[in-house]
């Protein structure tokens, strides 16, 4: 079967990922999903950034919640960077949100403060040779980490990259960056 990456595309920085795996020598197909109908034939899935609680209301209203769920149970090969990560997690730390539950961590949204205290850092990752530069706005963080989780990234103390099975979660956006290694690492899993 080929590869089918796709990239939910309801809202946030969609684009970005889709720009970051075309720039990748071996390009897969990319696929833009905001419907249970897009993600079939999907190989990898994608959750960027953007804003959670709208995120997943629009999930949930238009039936992708459900079927991104199942297909990642199913163990499809999924990724989550800023708010992916928050939708994938098993809870919100300090808030009734809904989430796809698949991830066993818990996060803490905006862990780093507001918008205006958005940073770039390098950020060291297991497995990799050298730091990525890590690109965190309004960036979670993850306060409990559950049993069959790996931690791969800390950033002074707090835990910004994990790895469950085929599940990754990032608090940061590789996908701002030129750096395409993470986007490499992850067609890998």
């Known amino acids: 079967m080929p590869e089918v990456v796709g ?8 684009e970005k990922h889709l720009k970051a795996l ?12 905001r419907t249970p109908e897009d993600l079939e034939g999907c190989t990898r899935i994608i959750l960027p950034g953007g804003e959670s609680t709208t995120v997943g209301l629009l999930m949930q209203r ?5 079927a991104l769920r199942q297909r990642i149970l199913a163990g499809m090969p999924t990724w989550g960077t800023c708010m992916g990560m928050i939708l994938l997690a098993r809870a919100v730390e300090g808030r009734t949100q809904w989430t796809l539950g698949v991830l066993d961590v818990v996060v803490r949204r ?16 297991k497995g990799l040779d050298e730091p990525v530069m890590g690109v ?13 989780v790996e931690v791969l990234s800390e950033i002074d103390g707090k835990v910004v990259a994990v790895r469950q ?5 990032t608090s940061f956006h590789p996908e701002l960056t030129d750096d395409r290694r993470l986007h490499e690492w992850f067609l890998t899993l």
Do not use: K, M, W
């Open 7 to 14: 990239v939910v595309a309801v809202q946030g920085d969609f």
């Open 22 to 33: 075309a720039d990748l020598e071996s390009t897969p197909t990319c696929r833009e999903v």
């Open 62 to 66: 238009y039936g992708l919640g459900e």
């Open 110 to 125: 905006n862990a780093f403060g507001a918008q205006v205290h958005s940073f770039e850092s390098e950020v060291p990752v």
């Open 136 to 148: 965190f706005i309004r960036a979670p963080i993850i306060t409990e980490v559950g049993p069959g």
């Open 165 to 169: 099975g085929a599940i990754l979660g």
